[in-house]
């Protein structure tokens, strides 16, 4: 499914992020990047940091699970394409809050069964 997404500005110029984010306790944590700073891998622009760094670095002590745990996903840009894909966990069903920070660029919707937390994962052992 191809949308339409908001982007931000600042001073008046648009300004373009990729993220990564988790939902912890039906709350978002967004860790955001502008796209000119992010990592280029293949033709897609991606967060320059994994969900397992952003996790040990900011939410491991405060929640004592691992960074799988809940669910997640990322946002990355395709450059060759001039389209976001938005991968989340299928336990994700609203994504509003992410797509918000988004205006008038191309995107497409997908589950991928990287991102799976505890209750979608059959193997995740605790």
Known sequence: ???YSMIRKKNGVIINMVNLFFK???K????KCENEVAEKYGDFLNF????MEIWEKFYAK???VD?????RGRVVYNINEKCYYIYH????TNLEEILKEYENEKYKICTDY????RKCNKNYII
């Open 67 to 71: 960074f799988d745990y809940f669910p």
């Open 1 to 3: 499914m191809i949308k």
């Open 114 to 117: 990287h991102y799976q937390c």
């Open 62 to 64: 405060k929640y004592h």
């Open 24 to 26: 912890v306790n039906n």
């Open 89 to 92: 966990d299928k336990c994700i």
């Open 48 to 51: 320059p940091e994994s969900h």
């Open 28 to 31: 978002f944590l967004i860790h």
